[in-house]
C-alpha cells in the first residue's frame, strides 16, 4: 500500500492548475477525455481540505464545485498559500458557506477563522472591490476572523508552521502540517522557487504534496520551451522536483497542480507512477491518510 498509517487525513479539493481540466473551448483530446469521463480525467483548481482541523487551503476559482464533490460538511479554518487569481480568485464562496439566505443578510450563521502569513496579509491590503479593502468587508461582516501567524499555531492536534518562500512577483508560503505524535505533511502546491532549502522544517516529512513542475517533452503541438523562457525561471521542470523531493528526503510524493497544457491524462499520470515507486499523481477528491 502507497500510505498505510493513519493520523492525519487530507484530501486534494482541486488537481488542477491554472486552467481547468477540460479547458472552455478546448477541443484537444485532453479536454474531450476529461468532459466525456469526468473525475478523475477532469481537474479543477489547486486546493485542498485538512480533516483534522476542518482547514481550507486556498480557494480557487471552482471551489464551491470542488467543495460539493468532495462532500465536504464543514469548514472551521482557511489559510492561502499566495493570492494568485488560480489560488484566490473563488474567495467569493466564503459568503455562501454559511449564509443565512433566510433572512438576506450578511450575517453568517458561522465565522471562519483566516490564519494568515503578515506578508500575505499585507497583500490582502491592496485588494479591493467596490466596498472597499475586500477581506475589511469580509471581516466586518463576520465571514471571516483574521489571525496572524506570527511563527507557528496549533488548532487541535495540529500544528502549522508557515515557511515563506519569495516576494516576488508573488508573496508565496509552503505550510507543514505536524500532529502530535510527528507524522508531517509538507503543502507546497506552488510558486516553491526558489525552495525554501535553508528551512529546517523541509526535511524529513512522511508526504511532500507539491507542484509537478513543466514537462521537457510531449508538450501540445510539440512545444519545447526555450532556454530563456520565462517558465523556466518560474517554475521547476518535473525532473528538478523529483531531485527536490530527494534533497528533503520526503518519504512519499504526491504531486498536484496538474496543468492543461503538459498534455497528459489520467491514464498517462497513472503510467509514470510505474516508473517511480515513492510518487503518486493527485485527482480531485483524492484522499490521503498518513
Not at 476559482?61 to 484566490?88: M, R, V
Not at 505524535?181 to 524529513?204: Q, R
Amino acid at each position: 500500500m502507497f500510505f498505510i498509517t493513519i493520523t492525519m487525513k487530507i484530501t486534494i479539493l482541486g488537481s488542477g492548475g491554472i486552467i481547468p481540466i477540460p479547458k472552455p473551448l478546448c477541443q484537444c483530446n485532453i479536454c474531450n477525455e476529461a468532459r466525456k469521463k469526468g473525475v478523475p480525467y477532469s481537474r479543477t483548481g489547486p486546493s485542498a481540505f485538512l480533516h483534522d482541523t476542518k482547514l481550507l487551503i486556498d480557494t480557487p476559482p471552482q471551489i464551491s464545485n470542488s467543495i460539493n464533490n468532495a462532500n465536504i460538511k464543514e469548514i472551521d479554518n482557511l489559510i492561502y498559500t499566495h493570492l494568485d487569481g488560480d489560488h484566490f480568485d473563488g474567495h467569493s464562496a466564503l459568503i455562501s458557506l454559511y449564509f443565512d439566505g433566510t433572512k438576506y443578510c450578511y450575517k453568517p450563521k458561522k465565522t471562519i477563522n483566516l490564519f494568515i502569513p503578515l506578508k500575505i496579509n499585507e497583500k490582502l491590503k491592496t485588494i479591493t472591490s467596490q466596498y472597499g479593502n475586500l477581506f475589511d468587508f469580509y471581516t466586518e461582516h463576520e465571514v471571516v476572523k483574521k489571525k496572524i501567524i506570527k511563527d507557528k499555531i496549533k488548532i487541535q492536534n495540529i500544528t502549522i508552521i508557515p515557511i515563506f518562500v519569495k516576494d516576488n512577483p508573488a508573496t508565496s508560503y509552503i505550510y507543514l502540517f505536524v500532529d502530535d505524535k510527528g507524522k508531517k505533511i509538507l503543502y507546497a502546491p506552488c510558486d516553491t522557487k526558489p525552495f525554501p532549502f535553508e528551512s529546517k522544517y523541509v526535511y524529513d516529512v512522511d508526504l511532500f504534496i507539491t507542484q509537478t513542475g513543466f514537462f521537457e517533452t510531449g508538450l501540445k503541438d510539440e512545444f519545447v520551451y526555450p532556454q530563456d523562457d520565462y517558465t523556466r525561471v518560474e517554475l521547476y521542470s518535473f525532473d528538478q522536483t523529483i531531485e527536490i523531493s530527494k534533497k528533503i528526503r520526503a518519504k512519499k510524493v504526491l504531486f498536484m497542480h496538474l496543468e492543461e497544457y503538459w498534455n497528459r491524462s489520467y491514464d498517462d499520470y497513472k503510467k509514470l507512477e510505474k516508473k517511480h515507486p515513492n510518487i503518486k499523481f493527485a485527482y480531485d477528491g483524492m484522499t490521503i491518510e498518513v
